[in-house]
């Protein structure tokens, strides 16, 4: 079986532009999270949809980022304009959904180069 | 609100030595917690977990927990070290009632000595 699928797998742009990063959560997982990893910051929880609902989006930086999830199998994590700060690890994670104690299963992630 | 900390970013053992990564937790309710690894350039995959029920808990590869709820901990063990196990490793916990939210501790990057 396919796990969560990530695209791209890097992105270098420039400081400014648009960055978007898709995902493919898990078919039949109902739960989809966001994250992103950084040296200094470690792992954080920017945003999780439940069924297609944002549920948490406390971690999302500022009003550059924004997350959809149009359908159960795409999700999209916008940066608009990107900062030389938002370089980082993103990765995508599902859930079958619905309880806390559901194993999260990761992407590959995307490896974001902000210049 | 819910924590975990990682005592030591940086472990090293001998390949096969005994392995223990130590992660303390801080929660207002019962907590769930897991262990999460990470290869080099990859995402994050489950170890083990502790929900309810026994408090020793085993995992893939060998690795185990035991889940202390007097000293707020659940530190990771493996009896034997190899050298795949070379990787970092994070503890999280989440709440109970229905909060999804993993909250992921700051990561022990574990190195195996030939």
């Known amino acids: 079986d396919a796990g969560v699928i990530q695209s791209p797998r890097h992105e270098v742009t420039e400081m400014g532009q648009e960055v978007t990063l898709r995902c493919k959560p898990i078919?039949?997982?109902?739960?989809l999270f966001w994250y992103r990893q950084t040296m200094m910051r470690g792992l954080e929880l920017l945003i999780y949809f439940n069924n297609n609902v944002p549920i948490d989006d406390s971690g999302m930086p500022e009003d550059r980022f924004s997350a959809k999830m149009p359908n159960a199998s795409f999700s999209t994590l916008k940066i608009q304009p990107s900062e030389p700060r938002d370089s980082a690890v993103y990765f995508c994670a599902s859930s079958t959904g619905g309880s806390s104690t559901d194993t999260q299963y990761f992407g590959p992630g995307t490896r974001l180069t902000v210049l | 609100a819910q924590s975990v900390t990682q005592l030591g970013s940086h472990v090293s053992v001998s390949e096969g030595a005994l392995v223990l990564l130590r992660c303390n937790y801080s929660s207002s309710v019962p907590p769930y917690l897991f262990w999460y690894v990470q290869y080099p350039n990859q995402g994050l995959q489950l170890l083990l977990k502790?929900?309810?029920?026994?408090?020793l808990v085993k995992g893939i590869n060998g690795f185990e927990a035991e889940f202390k709820k007097s000293e707020t901990s659940f530190h990771l063990t493996k009896p034997s070290a190899h050298m795949s196990d070379a990787a970092e490793y994070f503890c999280?916990?989440?709440?109970?009632?229905?909060?999804?939210?993993?909250?992921f501790g700051t990561g022990t990057r574990l190195t195996i000595i030939p």
């Open positions: 502790y929900t309810t029920g026994a408090t």
């Open positions: 078919s039949g997982h109902n739960s």
């Open positions: 999280a916990v989440s709440g109970s009632f229905g909060n999804e939210k993993l909250t």
